[in-house]
C-alpha cells in the first residue's frame, strides 16, 4: 500500500502565500508523477500542477506564474508553492501521486487539505 500525506493548508488573504507540501510512503518502487489537483464546492476536481520524476512540469492556465510545482525525488516529496493568490483559488487541494508499488503500477489519492482565500 502507498499513502500519500499533505500538510500546509489553511487560510491567507488575497495576494498571500501558502506552500502544500505531500510525502509517499510505503512499499514504492518508483514514482513516475507527483501533482495536485483541487475542487471547489459546486466545482468538478480540476489538475492544478504535475512533475514527472524527470523534471517535467505542466499547469493549469489559471495558476501559470503564480504557483510552481517542485519534487525532492530522495524523500518521496511534492511541493506547491502558491503565491499571489486569489479567492478563486479556494479550494480543497489533493495530492495525487502516480507510482510503482508491490501490487502495481496506479495513482493514488491524498486526502485533501482545505486552502481558503479570503480578507
Known amino acids: 500500500q502507498v499513502q500519500l500525506v499533505e500538510s500546509g493548508g489553511g487560510l491567507v488573504q488575497p495576494g498571500g502565500s501558502l506552500r502544500l507540501s505531500c510525502t509517499a510512503s510505503?512499499?514504492?518502487?518508483?514514482?513516475?508523477?507527483m501533482g495536485w489537483h483541487r475542487q471547489a464546492p459546486e466545482n468538478q476536481r480540476e489538475l492544478v500542477a504535475r512533475?514527472?520524476?524527470?523534471?517535467?512540469?505542466n499547469y493549469a492556465e489559471s495558476v501559470k506564474g503564480r504557483f510552481t510545482i517542485s519534487l525532492d525525488s530522495a524523500n518521496n516529496t511534492v511541493y506547491l508553492q502558491m503565491n499571489s493568490l486569489k479567492a478563486e483559488d479556494t479550494a480543497v487541494y489533493y495530492c495525487?501521486?502516480?507510482?510503482?508499488?508491490?501490487?502495481?503500477?496506479?495513482?493514488?489519492w491524498g486526502q485533501g487539505t482545505q486552502v481558503t482565500v479570503s480578507s
Open positions: 512533475v514527472t520524476s524527470a523534471g517535467g512540469t
Open positions: 495525487t501521486s502516480y507510482v510503482r508499488s508491490t501490487i502495481g503500477a496506479r495513482n493514488y
Open positions: 510505503g512499499r514504492i518502487f518508483s514514482i513516475y508523477t
